[in-house]
């Protein structure tokens, strides 16, 4: 390895060793005494035997027994997760562990991780059925989440992140089917509208689901008109589930298209000459051939609900507990740094399980079957229609008619300039826009000025680092690249509140006190939204291979003078689709940026926020609509235009 790839090297492992393990170790130390732990203190000299000092002074384990005592954590935990998906997820590892330990038990092993789990996971759904999980620290059955209801009950068993994973991805494949394998009319239209949801940030969802069908909303006031009783409770988990299953459905309809671009056709065509029907052919052929981008999609809508702070404070009753609530309310409420501090790393561990059993799924299946040729094309010819191209029309449309429903009543709320107890409103102006718009331009410390100026040093720092750690993964062998790409891959999972009160646990003291501080905001940002540009700039990476490089080198060319007439230029589009990636993430931040930054730094997402929790929604819904179209515009340019190199996929 030359002289500038190793301090490039260096370079890189100093910034992500200070400003991501360290805050993530620090986060553990945190749990178990209870306060900030100075872990860049300890690092100096003598900081060890400090260390050691203070660890037996205050260190215990009494905050991880408080998750067992404490009703609101272990509720929280297991409204998120589910007790079903726990249970299965232990039972799983141990059939796992004991075929490694005992491997002359092949079938018992094989059947725990089989027949097992389905048996487990369908008791604690019949024990749901029937009353409560858990009982509270009285003895008496907890009424979590009204457990006195099946659907109360389903959600204890099931977990609320696992269903509204399992309700996105079903949206999102039969999305993906019908694009793919149907002539559906508008077909363009539908595949252009995938893009909306993305680009709509989910706490903009809940305001308009209040819009729409909150105890005043539109629809509400429509049915009570003609004497209907109310559809939607406006603050339940079936709500914000609602929202957060309609806004993440496309990262699975992108994954799955993509899969099926790489879709083997002879497969299917010869289970039907075998004899099996289509639906046959469906279930056995296809659905476990494009299993890893299903899996792949799947895994982040878990993420995203796992750690969507904003919809469930907006749309979750205060009796309701979920775990990223749980933490945040003792960070910024009760300052009760340790309760906070040991939910954050449950939650880092839930995520980093999930990972690896995602990693165990793809890469112990047999895929070989996607192979390079051409994808699956449509079964009648683009002339003829036939009822399932209907259907899917239909299907399609009821689908993105609700991003769709949001998206115009945030707007029509907008320009409004009152609204009574009619349906509609009465009179409308645009005066709320022209003095966002004013406001933005004249006065430095405007939500909108904000969010420009805390995104364009942060798009700044995450493209240097996002290209310095694409630049050594795609040019390196070994353990160090294998450790940058694990390493880039932690901050984009990680929930928002767990690594907001990691960072402040780290660098709020005497010696950095970097906490609320804009300093701390960018660097969270470039920390957390650098995996977006390192997987698109390694991507250009691995599509120009290094002759070209190598190339310019045998030519006489310098290291710099190939880097900066070479290797840039050819993995530009990526830089670019990367780039409007990191900046769109940074304009919908909300959880990261609320606990972080200073209220005088408040961009229009952490405003917007606030706004709907103030009740001003009419505001709010004027700034949403401002931050929808600054997500929207770019991310169609990049997502549609080949003239950047980025294949639409759809």
């Not at 990526?574 to 769109?584: D, K, P």
Request: glycine residues 10%; charged residues 10%.
């Amino acid at each position: 390895m030359s002289s500038y790839r190793v301090g490039l090297g260096l370079a890189l492992t100093l910034f992500l060793f200070v400003f991501l393990l360290c805050p993530l170790a620090g986060l553990l130390f945190a749990a178990i005494l209870g306060e900030q732990a100075p872990v860049l203190n300890w690092l100096t000299p003598g900081g060890f035997i400090d260390a050691l000092r203070l660890l037996s002074e205050k260190g215990t384990l009494d905050y991880y027994r408080e998750f067992f005592s404490t009703p609101r954590y272990y509720r929280g935990f297991f409204n998120a997760v589910g007790l079903g998906p726990v249970l299965v997820t232990v039972l799983f590892f141990f059939g796992w562990l004991g075929q490694s330990l005992f491997p002359r038990q092949k079938r018992l092993w094989a059947w725990l991780r089989g027949p097992g789990l389905i048996m487990l996971f369908a008791l604690v759904c019949l024990a749901s059925a029937t009353r409560p999980l858990w009982a509270d620290s009285e003895g008496m059955w907890a009424r979590v989440l009204d457990g006195s209801t099946v659907a109360g009950r389903l959600l204890q068993a099931c977990g609320y992140c696992p269903l509204v994973t399992l309700a996105g991805s079903l949206i999102g494949v039969g999305v993906a089917f019908c694009l793919h394998f149907t002539n559906l009319p508008f077909k363009k239209i539908f595949s252009l509208l995938v893009i909306v949801p993305l680009s709509m940030p989910p706490f903009l969802g809940a305001l308009a689901f209040k819009n729409l069908l909150g105890d005043f909303g539109m629809v509400t006031r429509l049915f009570h008109l003609v004497g209907l009783t109310h559809p939607f409770s406006g603050q339940s988990a079936l709500s914000a589930g609602l929202v957060e299953s309609f806004l993440f459905f496309p990262f699975v309809t992108m994954t799955t298209l993509s899969a099926l671009e790489r879709f083997d056709t002879s497969l299917p065509e010869a289970s039907r000459v075998l004899g099996g029907s289509n639906f046959y052919g469906y279930i056995t052929v296809t659905l476990p051939t494009l299993m890893p981008g299903i899996l792949a999609g799947s895994f982040l809508i878990f993420v995203r609900s796992f750690g969507d702070f904003a919809t469930l404070r907006l749309l979750l009753p205060t009796r309701y507990s979920m775990i990223v609530i749980e933490a945040y309310r003792d960070f910024t409420g009760s300052s009760y740094f340790g309760g906070a501090a040991m939910l954050s790393t449950l939650m880092v561990a839930v995520i980093l399980v999930l990972l690896a059993l995602q990693k165990y799924v793809v890469e112990g299946g047999s895929y070989q079957t996607v192979s390079g040729r051409s994808g699956a094309r449509s079964a009648h010819p683009e002339e003829t229609r036939t009822p399932r191209d209907g259907l899917a029309a239909l299907f399609c449309g009821a689908v993105f008619a609700v991003p769709l429903s949001f998206l115009a009543s945030t707007f029509l709320v907008s320009i409004a300039r009152n609204w009574g107890a009619q349906i509609m409103p009465t009179s409308f102006t645009l005066n709320r826009y022209g003095h966002i718009l004013k406001a933005c331009f004249t006065e430095y410390d405007s939500p909108l000025a904000n969010s420009f100026n805390l995104a364009a040093p942060s798009l700044l720092g995450c493209v240097i680092l996002s290209f310095g750690i694409a630049f050594l993964i795609s040019r390196t062998r070994g353990r160090f690249s294998q450790f940058l790409d694990f390493t880039t891959v932690l901050p984009f999972v990680i929930p928002g509140v767990a690594f907001a009160v990691a960072l402040i646990g780290v660098f709020n003291n005497e010696a950095f006190d970097l906490h609320f501080t804009a300093k701390l905001v960018i660097i969270a940002y470039v920390v957390t939204r650098a995996p977006y540009g390192v997987r698109t700039i390694l991507a250009s990476f691995q599509q120009i291979g290094t002759s070209m490089e190598e190339g310019s080198r045998t030519l006489g060319g310098g290291e710099l003078l190939t880097l900066t007439r070479v290797t840039i230029p050819l993995v530009a589009p990526g830089i670019i689709a990367g780039s409007v990636m990191i900046f769109i993430s940074c304009m919908q931040d909300v959880a990261i940026t609320l606990m972080v930054a200073p209220p005088d730094w408040y961009p229009t997402s952490v405003h917007v926020f606030q706004e709907i929790e103030r009740g001003r929604i009419y505001n709010a819904s004027a700034y949403g609509v401002i931050l929808f179209f600054l997500i929207l515009i770019p991310y169609s340019v990049v997502f549609f235009s080949k003239r950047f190199g980025v294949k639409p996929g759809l």
